[in-house]
C-alpha cells in the first residue's frame, strides 16, 4: 500500500545553505561554513515552503549498479540521520556532490538549502526527514523601508516558495530499501541530471507502483496506441474491458489479462508494443504479475472519458464504468421515416 505523508506537526529544525555553479561556464561553488540560525517565524514560512511541493509524488529509492553505499546521496543523508550535528559537514558535500554533476550546458547555478525536519508523519509515525531544494531563479519584491521619518521603496531579488525548481524529501525509512525518497525536477531541460546523475533513484517497483504503471498504461493506449481508424466507441470499449480487468480481480496476471481484457489478437500485439516503449522509457521491464491495489486502479480510470461527437451539435461523454453493450440503459437504431441514426440513454435520476 501507499504510503501516506502528513506536514501538520513536522518542523525545520536545521539548515545549511550553499550556491552552486555550473563548472562548465566556470561559475563557482559556495558552501557554509555553518548552518542557518532559524527564528520561529523563519520556521513557520520555511516549513511548509520545503515540505509543500513533496505531496501527491511517486516513491522512490536510492539506488545504484554496485552498491547502495556508493550512492552518495544516500550515504550522506544516512550519516546526518545518524547524527544530525554532521548536518553542516554532510550538506557541503551533497552541494559538491551537485557541483560534480552539473556538468551540461542547460544547467543553471542556483541556492541549494539542505534542511533536517522533525516529525513528518508517515503513516501516522513521525520520522525524521531532509528536505533539499534547488531554486533556480530569483525573483523581485518590493520592501518599503523608514528612513528618518522619511518612507522609500528598496527592491530585493529573492527566493520564492512557489519557483522552487528541483527538490528530493528523504524520508528515514527503509534504510536498506534506499530510504523512502520523494523527489520532483521542474525544469529538467532533458539532461535528467538531478534524478540520474545526483540523485540516482529509482522507482519503487511495489504493488501500488505496478498498479498504477498498468492502469495508466490502459488508459493511454486506449488513447494513443489503438489505430487512428478505430471509433471512440471502440476505444471506450478497449479501455472498459481494460479498466474493467484491474476491478474484478486481485491479481494482475500478464498471460490472463492479454487473453481475458485484450482478446483480439491485433489489439494484444498493439499492447505489446505500447508496454515496450513504455519498458523502454522506465529502463526496466514492467512486473508480469502483481496484487492490483483497486484505489489506484479506480483513480486511473476515471482519467477516461470517451466522446462520441455528433453532427447535430451534441457530444456525449462516457465514463470508464459505462457498458455500451448493456441494451438496458443504452439504445442505438435508424429511423426510417426521418433517415438518421438515433441513440437513447435510459436513467433513473440526474447526479
Same mark, same amino acid.
Not at 85 to 91: H, M, S
Given at each position: 500500500?501507499?504510503?501516506?505523508?502528513?506536514?501538520?506537526?513536522?518542523?525545520?529544525?536545521?539548515?545549511?545553505?550553499?550556491?552552486?555553479?555550473?563548472?562548465?561556464?566556470?561559475?563557482?561553488?559556495?558552501? +557554509?561554513?555553518?548552518?542557518?540560525?532559524?527564528?520561529?517565524?523563519?520556521?513557520?514560512?520555511?516549513?511548509?515552503?520545503?515540505?509543500?511541493?513533496?505531496?501527491?509524488?511517486?516513491?522512490?529509492?536510492?539506488?545504484?549498479?554496485?552498491?547502495?553505499?556508493?550512492?552518495?546521496?544516500?550515504?550522506?543523508?544516512?550519516?546526518?540521520?545518524? +547524527?544530525?550535528?554532521?548536518?553542516?559537514?554532510?550538506?557541503?558535500?551533497?552541494?559538491?556532490?551537485?557541483?560534480?554533476?552539473?556538468?551540461?550546458?542547460?544547467?543553471?547555478?542556483?541556492?541549494?538549502?539542505?534542511?533536517?525536519?522533525?516529525?513528518?508523519?508517515?503513516?501516522?509515525?513521525?520520522?525524521?526527514?531532509?528536505?533539499?531544494?534547488? +531554486?533556480?531563479?530569483?525573483?523581485?519584491?518590493?520592501?518599503?523601508?523608514?528612513?528618518?521619518?522619511?518612507?522609500?521603496?528598496?527592491?530585493?531579488?529573492?527566493?520564492?516558495?512557489?519557483?522552487?525548481?528541483?527538490?528530493?524529501?528523504?524520508?528515514?525509512? /527503509?534504510?536498506?530499501?534506499?530510504?523512502?525518497?520523494?523527489?520532483?525536477?521542474?525544469?529538467?531541460?532533458?539532461?535528467?541530471?538531478?534524478?540520474?546523475?545526483?540523485?540516482?533513484?529509482?522507482?519503487?517497483?511495489?504493488?501500488?507502483?505496478?498498479?498504477?504503471?498498468?492502469?495508466?498504461?490502459?488508459?493511454?493506449?486506449?488513447?494513443?496506441?489503438?489505430?487512428?481508424?478505430?471509433?471512440?466507441?471502440?476505444?471506450?470499449?478497449?479501455?472498459?474491458?481494460?479498466?474493467?480487468?484491474?476491478?474484478?480481480?486481485?491479481?494482475?496476471?500478464?498471460?490472463?489479462?492479454?487473453?481475458?481484457?485484450?482478446?483480439?489478437?491485433?489489439?494484444?500485439?498493439?499492447?505489446?508494443?505500447?508496454?515496450?516503449?513504455? /519498458?523502454?522509457?522506465?529502463?526496466?521491464?514492467?512486473?508480469?504479475?502483481?496484487?492490483?491495489?483497486?484505489?489506484?486502479?479506480?483513480?486511473?480510470?476515471?482519467?477516461?472519458?470517451?466522446?462520441?461527437?455528433?453532427? +447535430?451539435?451534441?457530444?456525449?461523454?462516457?465514463?470508464?464504468?459505462?457498458?455500451?453493450?448493456?441494451?438496458?440503459?443504452?439504445?442505438?437504431?435508424?429511423?426510417?421515416?426521418?433517415?438518421?441514426?438515433?441513440?437513447?440513454?435510459?436513467?433513473?435520476?440526474?447526479?
Amino acid at each position: 500500500m501507499p504510503h501516506t505523508l502528513n506536514f501538520r506537526r513536522a518542523k525545520l529544525t536545521m539548515l545549511s545553505l550553499a550556491r552552486v555553479g555550473n563548472p562548465l561556464r566556470s561559475e563557482p561553488l559556495r558552501t +557554509s561554513k555553518e548552518l542557518c540560525t532559524l527564528s520561529d517565524a523563519d520556521n513557520a514560512i520555511l516549513t511548509p515552503s520545503f515540505l509543500k511541493p513533496f505531496k501527491a509524488l511517486e516513491r522512490r529509492a536510492f539506488a545504484h549498479h554496485s552498491s547502495l553505499e556508493l550512492n552518495e546521496v544516500y550515504r550522506y543523508a544516512a550519516t546526518i540521520f545518524e +547524527s544530525k550535528e554532521t548536518l553542516c559537514e554532510q550538506g557541503r558535500k551533497i552541494a559538491r556532490h551537485l557541483y560534480n554533476t552539473s556538468k551540461h550546458p542547460n544547467i543553471k547555478a542556483g541556492d541549494l538549502c539542505v534542511a533536517l525536519v522533525e516529525d513528518v508523519l508517515v503513516d501516522g509515525d513521525p520520522l525524521q526527514a531532509i528536505s533539499i531544494i534547488k +531554486s533556480e531563479s530569483r525573483v523581485p519584491f518590493l520592501e518599503v523601508t523608514d528612513a528618518d521619518g522619511n518612507l522609500q521603496l528598496v527592491t530585493h531579488q529573492g527566493i520564492s516558495p512557489d519557483k522552487i525548481d528541483k527538490g528530493c524529501l528523504i524520508v528515514n525509512c /527503509d534504510k536498506e530499501g534506499g530510504f523512502l525518497v520523494y523527489t520532483f525536477d521542474k525544469t529538467s531541460s532533458g539532461t535528467n541530471f538531478w534524478m540520474r546523475d545526483f540523485l540516482g533513484v529509482k522507482f519503487r517497483r511495489d504493488d501500488d507502483f505496478m498498479t498504477k504503471r498498468y492502469a495508466d498504461m490502459c488508459v493511454s493506449f486506449a488513447k494513443e496506441g489503438l489505430p487512428e481508424e478505430m471509433g471512440a466507441e471502440e476505444k471506450c470499449r478497449v479501455a472498459n474491458q481494460a479498466i474493467g480487468y484491474f476491478e474484478e480481480r486481485d491479481e494482475f496476471d500478464l498471460k490472463h489479462f492479454r487473453e481475458e481484457a485484450l482478446k483480439e489478437p491485433e489489439i494484444i500485439e498493439k499492447f505489446d508494443e505500447f508496454r515496450g516503449q513504455q /519498458d523502454e522509457e522506465d529502463g526496466a521491464k514492467l512486473e508480469e504479475t502483481f496484487t492490483i491495489d483497486k484505489k489506484i486502479a479506480r483513480k486511473a480510470g476515471n482519467r477516461f472519458r470517451s466522446t462520441i461527437k455528433l453532427d +447535430s451539435g451534441v457530444n456525449l461523454s462516457f465514463a470508464p464504468a459505462f457498458k455500451e453493450s448493456d441494451a438496458s440503459v443504452f439504445e442505438r437504431g435508424f429511423d426510417d421515416e426521418k433517415q438518421m441514426k438515433y441513440v437513447k440513454i435510459y436513467y433513473q435520476e440526474e447526479i
